[in-house]
């Protein structure tokens, strides 16, 4: 199929087929994704009839699930094989999108948000195990800039599609923005399927597991104390989603005097970034010290978006406009940077037979940041104004310092069992 695309897409898809169908597969679960996420709180609240307390409530309650058993979840890739856990796990998220049309009420909207953060958290970790055991040490990095970037595009496509459904205000309508979601997820699970077998996971993880148990050797991800650490703070740096989706908007609207107009255009500005300078920020990351270096480069954006952002509540017109787009570019820069070094820790610092649950402790971090940094960042930023933007930078530089030593110590802690990534 590749024959027939045009050289700048396939630039854009990856420099070898594997990359290329993992690529597509991405555009295709984004594409789905973005359709549903777009129209959920039409959905959420004109459909199932929900209050907007009641939507933030089941959100919480599904994150809470996800903490509690993201690592029991990352396990099930290790025992079963993540191509196989990701291909299931995608085949009933997109089934369970259907039973969204018999929700009429809290109860079956809480049971549904926790089911599909589970679902949704064994299949990340297993897609994640999965890239990290395909591909050759130095592709790792290089091949997840590429999926990152094939995301943006299909959350792109996604909205566009949900943002048509919506313009109709018809309820009939709105009701088929969850069926479509499950069709298009339906096929990602096809295709993650058709995907080639990761090799650790075929013969070998059984008869590791046995001589595991029976050595009594501290393999878990959890014992790994330092890797728990190197999460937790990668999940600090990594709240530059919230600056993103949710501070710098609500800063724009409230605290300034730029017209809300300018948001379409930072949405756009980031997206445009994510999908044509995600492979570049990447390029050249395989080693830990590269990793490092690249969440120096991402917290050195984060901090000086927060120093530009903070002086817009005194600038007015043109100014107040060109500064609020700069400094959503340069925390855009954050999120390309932080999330290249991001894939190389996680990468590096893994077992690679507990992938699987690696990946598991990988979200607790992450699911931990985005449970307090909205209600804080917001606070700070709103409440307390300039000073507020510092003590969030001051927030992001410290996890920035404290990942050296912590990522450090992971490495020493599998180099003590002697466990070593393959080429």
């Known amino acids: 199929m590749s024959r027939y695309l045009p050289d700048p897409v396939l630039r854009l898809a990856g420099p070898t087929s594997l990359v290329r169908r993992l690529s597509a597969q991405s555009v295709l679960s984004a594409f789905g994704d973005g359709v549903f996420l777009t129209g959920s709180a039409v959905f959420f609240t004109q459909i199932v009839g929900l209050s907007a307390a ?67 958290t064994a299949s990340r970790s297993s897609r994640n ?52 979601t499950a069709g298009l997820l339906v096929l990602n699970a096809a295709l993650v399927a058709r995907l080639p077998r990761a090799a650790h996971h075929v013969d070998t993880e059984p008869a590791l597991e046995v001589a595991i148990e029976a050595s009594g050797e501290p393999r878990s991800a959890l014992r790994n104390r330092a890797y728990v650490a190197m999460a937790v703070l990668g999940g600090v740096l990594s709240t530059h989603q919230v600056l993103l989706n949710v501070v710098i908007p609500l800063w724009l609207v409230e605290e300034t005097d730029a017209p809300r107009v300018l948001l379409a255009w930072l949405f756009g500005t980031n997206t445009v970034m994510a ?71 996680q990468a590096e610092l893994s077992d690679p037979e507990r992938r699987g649950e690696y990946q598991g402790v990988s979200q607790l971090g992450f699911t931990l940041g985005s449970v307090w940094a909205p209600a804080l960042y917001t606070f700070l930023a709103m409440s307390w104004g300039p000073p507020g933007w510092l003590v969030i930078a001051a927030i992001v530089l410290v996890a920035a310092v404290l990942i050296h030593p912590a990522a450090r110590a992971a490495e020493r802690h599998l180099a003590d069992q002697g466990i070593t990534q393959p080429a």
Not at 111 to 120: A, E, R, T
């Open 54 to 120: 009641q939507v933030g409530l089941g959100l919480s309650l599904s994150g809470l699930a996800t903490f509690a058993l993201a690592v029991p979840l990352g396990k099930l890739s290790d025992r079963y094989g993540a191509k196989l856990v990701w291909a299931l796990s995608s085949l009933v998220e997109a089934l369970l999108y259907l039973v969204w049309l018999a929700v009429d009420g809290m109860l079956p909207f809480v049971l549904m948000m926790i089911g599909l953060g589970l679902v949704q």
């Open 275 to 345: 999908v044509l300078l995600q492979v570049a920020a990447a390029r050249g990351i395989t080693t830990v010290a590269d990793s490092l270096r690249a969440q120096r480069r991402g917290a050195f954006f984060f901090v000086l978006s927060c120093g530009i952002v903070l002086v817009t509540h005194d600038t007015v017109g043109w100014i107040t406009i060109a500064l609020v787009w700069i400094g959503h570019v340069t925390v855009t820069g954050a999120e390309l940077f932080q999330s290249a070094g991001e894939w190389g820790l």
């Open 129 to 180: 195990a999965y890239r990290f055991d395909v591909f050759p040490r130095e592709e790792r990095v290089s091949s997840n800039a590429y999926f990152r970037a094939a995301r943006n595009v299909g959350y792109t496509f996604g909205a566009l599609l949900a943002g048509v459904a919506l313009a109709t205000n018809d309820d009939d309508v709105v009701r088929m923005v969850p069926v479509i």
